[in-house]
């Protein structure tokens, strides 16, 4: 047995702690009073503090306690004149004592424990570990949130990381920031030294002095995909950080491709917002070879003063495109309109994985291997999580560059709700002050998980900010670009629906929420839009911040909260959802081959370099029996019908919709208005309905609890008279119907969906089109969104004209174009 005396002397006292076998709970505590006498100091009472009754230890005893201890021990910092009778009364037994440093949390809690320099720092003090961990608990419970063990679990990570409970304690009160606290960790770069010059490239004299004004060095991951054969045309995968450099190995392979005669390029992405900054790019630089680039979108655009010219003929070099404008050439049999392919570059390839989109990729990459099987195919993606399958199956090498061009800090800020605005525009400010060594201001991304959110952010932020989203026009999205390009515009706030989007030169990405949507964002949309900060020919270092609110979430069925997914996505690994979609698709995607193939064996050839699972006699055989094709021995043609399906995107379902339909002679309005909702709707005055009657009323009109509140006369006359008015009119002019179901049958939808057709139809614009809705309805809308449901209208019009001429029904078709071309404009 090893027993100790620990002592600690106080003003009136020395208190005496008996420890056995270095137990942190002491055998006994007493209180010592000394005094003194013709021989110095002595002891004169010793009482007894633990046990139920008062209780006091002769003077021999004590010492005789004292000469069987094993180490007396004496506290830094006790009583100074207590300290010196102490030491002098121990001097007259022959007896000594250590200084010694303890945990004072500990002893006042009657506890022992030793500190030194690897202790907790704590109010100008060391305290052991277990009493930091009980004051950050404490600290964590009085808080008025609720944190969740995954957070606290963090919270002690970063006491034992740090050493200092108040730093630690800090993060609870994010007014003080403080980078060293915050940072969760920083993800370091590979410093490299790039071996591959621009100047012994084998590129033609003019594309390589054009590459040389910006570097004589390839960055690494280019490097790597020249060293592993691209400009011999080998096909590659390449897997890198964003702004890594990816982008220009499809434009080396394409560009030098395109000036030895071996075909065009085709740059494809999967945003519009994306495609059009590409075919900007590429004008820009590649004009000065005389290389002309066009663009293929999609949408059959609607026409107004607004919309920025773009060069639109496939009779170009470089075509940039959306992977569903390419793909409409193909699925409408005019493939031989793309002419010579020499390269195919395709972007943010891991978009296989989408759920609404991925077949879509999946089909259009096997046509386009079929179609041009000379061509070389580089594919492009910043997150996967299974690259070597994914190479396999795509037929390419695999180029894996696991290092970010510049350092990243992440850091963790858990706050409320109504802490945002400040803290974010106090982090923005800070960060639009810096300015890099390469001469640039720091820019922040922040991400929210609304478009109403973008809106209401930027305009509480206390620095400039604008909004960018799907939902704005294309010159307002240009017009944000290019500001924020030319580092005029300190902070954007945008969806994470534009993760994989526009290449905005941000140093700093704050995520204000971590949801898109009311769903939690995954691991590989995370990484996807953390690399957006910190570029290497603008940055010396990316910053990433999340804001969670702990006990937060979006929906009922949401089991973690919104700290607890901050660090599993912080910690996470991506997984792989894998490329697997359902018969429908399935069809679809066979339909649409076969309009680029009319053999069943090159049929399935392509479905072979697909990542879809095909029973192709059995889906040709369904396909068959819709009487969307015909199959004659070896040979598969598409009907008229099925022509028609193919190249509008249309899914099975919808077809047979339109067919129904027109068969019954319905008017084409209302047929694309039942296809096709506008439900992109908000009540302007939503917070005022919101207060006046009690309630939470949701912005977007077409959300059943709206809908609720406006159909009840009693709510309405509790408005005020202003907006009970508009309410009103909305009510009498779109919730009139006398289904059983009603307001849910979906007939004020239709309706709403009508007047928007019937306003343009009278040669209004989107923009004046919404100002009508606000002025009459108090409804508010996106000019984008306004766009985006126009040009659905046209394509599903010109659906509706083509499948009524099929089925000979000549009126339905006549009225469709009408209709068709007073939408366009």
């Given amino acids: 047995m090893t027993l100790w005396v620990l002592s600690s002397a106080e003003k009136s006292k020395i208190v005496v702690m008996t420890i056995k076998d270095r137990m942190k709970q002491p055998l006994s505590i007493a209180e010592l009073h000394i005094k003194d006498s013709y021989k110095g100091p002595r ?74 320099s690897k202790s907790i720092k704590y109010h100008d003090e060391l305290i052991c570990e277990d009493c930091a961990k009980e004051e950050l608990l404490r600290s964590i419970r009085s808080a008025d949130t609720p944190y969740g063990e995954k957070s606290v679990d963090f919270l002690e990570k970063v006491l034992h990381k740090t050493r200092d409970l108040d730093r630690t304690i800090r993060m609870l009160s994010p007014e003080r920031l403080d980078p060293e606290f915050t940072r969760y960790d920083t993800i370091r770069t590979k410093p490299y030294e790039s071996t591959v010059r621009v100047n012994n490239l084998p590129l033609a004299k003019k594309f390589k002095e054009l590459l040389l004004q910006k570097s004589e060095t390839l960055l690494p991951v280019q490097a790597l995909s020249v ?31 395109l000036l030895d005669k071996k075909g065009k390029m085709l740059y494809l992405v999967p945003l519009v917002a994306l495609a059009n900054q ?31 010219k773009m060069h639109t003929s496939p009779n170009a070099d470089i075509i940039v495109g959306t992977y569903e404008g390419v793909d409409h050439m193909l699925r409408s049999g005019n493939a031989d309109f793309l002419g010579k392919i020499g390269t195919v570059v395709i972007d943010e390839v891991h978009m296989l994985e989408d759920q609404e989109r991925g077949h879509r990729l999946d089909g259009l990459i096997g046509r386009l291997r079929y179609a041009a099987p000379e061509a070389q195919f580089i594919y492009l993606s910043a997150t996967v999580a299974k690259p070597e399958a994914y190479a396999k199956k795509l037929g390419a090498q695999l180029i894996l560059y696991d290092h970010r061009p510049v350092p990243l800090d992440r850091h963790l800020l858990f706050c409320q709700d109504d802490e945002k605005s400040k803290l974010i525009s106090q982090l923005a400010k800070e960060e639009y002050s810096m300015l890099s060594s390469k001469k640039h201001r720091g820019q922040t991304i922040v991400f929210t998980n609304s478009r109403r959110n973008c809106h209401k952010l930027a305009g509480a932020l206390s620095i400039q900010a604008s909004p960018y989203h799907a939902g704005l026009s294309q010159y307002e999205r240009k017009k944000v670009e290019t500001m924020f390009a030319k580092g005029e515009l300190p902070v954007i706030v945008t969806t994470a629906a534009l993760a994989a989007g526009v290449d905005f030169p941000a140093s700093q990405v704050i995520f204000e929420s971590l949801a898109m949507g009311i769903d939690w964002i995954s691991v590989q949309e995370f990484l996807q839009m953390s690399g957006r900060a910190g570029r290497p020919d603008y940055h010396d270092r990316g910053i990433v911040v999340l804001m969670p609110v702990p006990g937060k979430s979006y929906s009922s069925s949401q089991s973690d909260t919104e700290e607890e997914v901050a660090i599993k996505l912080l910690q996470g690994e991506m997984l792989s959802a894998g490329v697997e979609y359902g018969e429908a698709e399935q069809l679809e995607e066979v339909l649409a081959s076969v309009a680029v193939t009319s053999s069943v064996q090159d049929l399935r050839k392509i479905h072979s370099l697909m990542f879809g699972g095909f029973d192709l006699d059995k889906l040709v055989s369904r396909l068959q029996s819709y009487r969307f094709l015909e199959k004659k021995g070896n040979k598969v043609t598409p009907t008229l019908f099925g022509k028609i399906i193919a190249a509008h995107f249309l899914p099975v379902s919808k077809a047979f919709l339109i067919r129904d339909a027109v068969l019954a002679e319905n008017s084409p309005i209302k047929i694309v208005t039942n296809l096709e909702f506008f439900d992109a709707a908000y009540f302007k005055y939503s917070n005022q309905i919101g207060s006046s009657l009690h309630v939470n009323m949701p912005s977007r009109v077409f959300q059943g609890a709206a809908l609720d509140i406006v159909f009840d006369g009693d709510s309405l006359s509790q408005l005020d008279q202003k907006i009970r008015a508009l309410m009103l009119n909305f009510a009498s002019d779109f919730l009139t119907c006398t289904c059983r179901d009603s307001p849910y049958c979906g007939c004020a939808e239709q309706k709403f969906s009508e007047n928007i057709l019937r306003l343009r139809m009278e040669g209004l614009d989107p923009t004046q089109i919404i100002k009508i809705l606000e002025g009459k309805y108090g409804i508010s809308a996106y000019q984008g969104d306004v766009f985006g449901y126009l040009d659905g209208a046209v394509r599903n019009l010109d659906a509706v004209e083509l499948i009524a001429r099929v089925h000979s029904k000549k009126g339905v078709s006549e009225e469709a174009k009408k209709l068709k071309k007073k939408v366009q404009g």
């Fill in 278 to 308: 590409k075919y900007d790019q590429f004008t820009e630089r590649y004009s000065k070879l005389g290389i002309i680039t066009s663009i293929k979108i999609g949408a059959i655009l609607i026409k107004t003063s607004q919309r920025v």
């Fill in 43 to 116: 002891p004169h009472k010793i009482r007894l503090l633990t046990g139920k009754n008062e209780e006091f230890i002769p003077p021999q005893q004590f010492i005789e306690l004292l000469r069987s201890a094993n180490r007396i021990m004496l506290t830094e910092g006790g009583n100074p004149a207590n300290e010196v009778a102490f030491l002098e009364m121990l001097k007259a037994f022959q007896l000594s004592a250590d200084r010694v440093k303890i945990c004072k949390h500990c002893w006042l809690n009657k506890r022992f424990n030793f500190v030194n």
């Fill in 227 to 257: 060293e592993a054969g691209l400009l011999e045309g080998k096909n590659q995968f390449v897997v890198s950080a964003t702004a890594t450099g990816k982008t220009l190995i499809g434009e080396m392979a394409g560009i030098q491709n």
